[in-house]
C-alpha cells in the first residue's frame, strides 16, 4: 500500500494559471520530499520539507505539511509550459526508506 | 550535482532469460536504491543499501537480487525474467534516507 498518496491524478490548466497539488498519508513522516518527472526522464526533487517545518518556498514553488491532517500540498505560481509533468510526493511513514505516491499529471497548455 | 548513470539503457530478453541492471553514481552517497515505474502505480522500491557490501529489502522485492559491490556500483539482478517484470528500472542515490535522491536516466527493460 502507499503511504503517500496525492489525490488527483491528473490536471490541465492554461499557462500563467496557479496550481494546488494535495498528498495525504497515513501515518506519522519525518519528511515530505516533492519530486518532479518529466517525460523521458527520471524525477527530480524539488522541495523537501521536514515534520517541524509548516512551509517552504523555492522560486514559484511553495509546499506545506500539515501534521495534523496528515497532508501536504505542492502550490505552482505562474505555470509554464515547462511545469508539464508528473509530481510525486514521498513520505517515510518513520522509517528509514521513502515511499513514493502515484502521482499527480500536470498538463500546462500554453 | 550529483551524477547517477545507468547501463543498458534499453533491454529485451525473453522469459527465463538473465538479465543484470547496472547503476553508479559518483557523489560518494552511502545510499542506492532500486525502483520500477509501472503506469498506475508510481515508483515502487524493489532493493536498496546503505554501503558496500550491505543491502536491504524493498517493498517489491520478489524475483530480484541485488548487490552493492563498492559505494559507487549497485547492481540489480533478475536471475528468471518473466514478463511481469517488464517494467521502466530506475536507480537512485541519496547521502541518507531523509535526504533528496537523484535519480539516473532508467533502463526501459521488456521480457517476452
Known amino acids: 500500500s502507499q503511504w503517500g498518496e496525492e489525490n488527483l491524478q491528473a490536471l490541465s490548466i492554461q499557462e500563467g494559471e496557479d496550481v494546488t497539488m494535495n498528498c495525504s498519508y497515513k501515518t506519522y513522516t519525518t519528511v515530505v520530499q516533492w519530486y518532479r518527472q518529466k517525460s523521458g526522464k527520471g524525477p527530480a526533487q524539488l522541495i523537501l520539507i521536514r515534520s517541524n517545518e509548516r512551509e517552504k518556498r523555492s522560486g514559484r514553488l511553495r509546499a506545506t505539511l500539515d501534521t495534523s491532517s496528515q497532508s501536504s500540498s505542492l502550490s505552482i505560481t505562474g505555470t509554464l509550459a515547462t511545469d508539464t509533468a508528473v509530481y510525486f510526493c514521498a513520505t517515510d511513514a518513520n522509517t528509514n526508506k521513502v515511499v513514493f505516491g502515484t502521482g499527480t499529471r500536470l498538463q500546462v497548455l500554453p | 550535482e550529483a551524477a547517477v548513470t545507468q547501463s543498458p539503457r534499453n533491454k529485451v530478453t525473453v522469459t527465463g532469460g538473465n538479465v543484470t541492471l547496472s547503476c553508479r553514481q559518483t557523489?560518494?552517497?552511502?545510499?542506492m536504491y532500486w525502483y520500477r515505474q509501472d503506469t498506475g502505480h508510481g515508483l515502487r522500491l524493489i532493493h536498496y543499501s546503505y554501503g558496500a557490501g550491505n543491502l536491504q529489502i524493498g517493498d517489491v522485492p520478489d524475483g530480484y537480487k541485488a548487490t552493492r559491490t563498492t559505494q559507487e556500483d549497485f547492481f540489480l539482478l533478475l536471475e528468471l525474467a518473466s514478463p511481469s517484470q517488464t517494467s521502466l528500472y530506475f536507480c537512485a542515490s541519496s547521502r541518507d534516507w531523509a535526504y533528496e535522491q537523484y535519480f539516473g536516466p532508467g533502463t526501459r527493460l521488456t521480457v517476452l
Open positions: 557523489n560518494s552517497h552511502n545510499y
